[in-house]
């Protein structure tokens, strides 16, 4: 029974981001510093998930301008989350 509660906790590795869309999701958290408070200074993007992350946040803290950037980002992560597996 122990065996099986290990595998529940068990989450796939997380998927790495595209170089370009990692440099368009940091220059995003640099341009609205307000938006990402709880970012650690050293802390990187490298995952989709990160990516995902800064969208959200764009979305939900700042102004209309941020929103816009946060859809741009959003359609270049569309293409790669509907490739097939």
């Known amino acids: ?5 290990d595998g529940l906790h068990e989450l796939p590795p997380p998927t790495p981001a595209p170089p370009e869309l990692v440099e368009r999701a940091l220059a995003l958290v ?5 938006c ?8 990187r993007v490298r995952h989709l998930e990160d990516v995902r992350l800064v ?3 764009l ?3 700042d102004d209309r301008r941020a929103w816009r950037a946060a859809q741009e980002l959003h359609r270049c ?3 790669i989350y509907k490739r097939p597996s």
């Open 1 to 5: 029974m122990a065996g099986s509660l």
């Open 77 to 79: 992560l569309l293409p």
């Open 30 to 34: 640099r341009s609205h510093p307000e």
């Open 36 to 43: 990402f408070w709880f970012w650690h200074p050293e802390a």
């Open 59 to 61: 979305r939900e803290y």
């Open 55 to 57: 969208v959200e946040h």
